[in-house]
């Protein structure tokens, strides 16, 4: 199905959340940036990806682009179709907390996804400070250009069948690798309610999968 444009007013209360969710994820795209990129494969798929005034039908995201950004127990990943920078491209970014207590525990099992936790609409019940293990953010900027073309993740798992050590310098091929499915409810979470919960017609599900190398060379830039 087509996007139809259309613009929405947000209410007042809703704005400074809206601005932080936004700087969050520019924050996020220059990390993405910075950091070495491989060849993989991988499919991000919705038979129905609903965003307010832009998309509401099946949607392929196909990647092309794979890459990793290690920072001390953590790392980025990036999986987008092409390699534009992200405020221009659609993709999605994978946030990994505690990747050495996934390797050595949690490796072919399921993880729950959810928020940030530093991500949450005004009005709603104050959710636990605990950073989930992973979190997950869909970003539609390229087909979405002239509305918020960002969903999160708030419910759902993802399974790292490999999961790279962090360690730009590593030596053993077999750690280099990250491979990984999920399956989760994505939404904006500017539609929740005063419960905490979301419209059904506004919940999207997701299904995906990803596996690459991490490649240590010349990092992306956003310009030549």
């Known amino acids: 199905m087509s996007p139809h444009p259309q613009t929405r007013d947000l209410p007042g209360s809703l704005r400074p959340w809206t601005r932080r969710v936004g ?3 520019l924050l996020l795209g220059w990390i993405g940036v910075g950091c070495s990129t491989a060849e993989g494969d991988g499919e991000v798929h919705s038979d129905r990806l609903f965003i307010d005034g832009c998309w509401n039908g099946s949607y392929d995201l196909k990647p092309s682009f794979f890459a990793a950004n290690p920072y001390r127990d953590t790392m980025l990943i990036r999986i987008q179709r092409g390699e534009d920078i992200e405020e221009l491209s659609d993709g999605l970014i994978v946030m990994v907390n505690n990747v050495d207590g996934i390797r050595e525990g949690l490796l072919d099992t399921p993880i729950e996804v959810g928020l940030p936790s530093g991500v949450q609409p005004v009005g709603t019940p104050i959710r636990p400070l605990e950073e989930p293990l992973v979190s997950l953010s869909l970003y ?11 969903l999160h993740a708030v419910e759902g798992t993802i399974t790292f069948s490999d999961l790279f050590s962090g360690d730009p310098n590593e030596p053993n091929g077999d750690d280099r690798l990250t491979e990984a499915r999920f399956d989760a409810t994505f939404v904006d979470p500017r539609d929740a309610t005063a419960d905490g919960s979301y419209p059904a017609g506004r919940v999207s599900r997701v299904t995906g ?4 190398f991490f490649q240590r060379g010349q990092p992306a830039q956003p310009f030549p």
């Open 23 to 25: 700087a969050l994820l």
């Open 209 to 212: 999968w990803f596996r690459f």
């Open 140 to 150: 539609l900027h390229q087909t979405c250009h002239e509305q918020n073309g960002s």
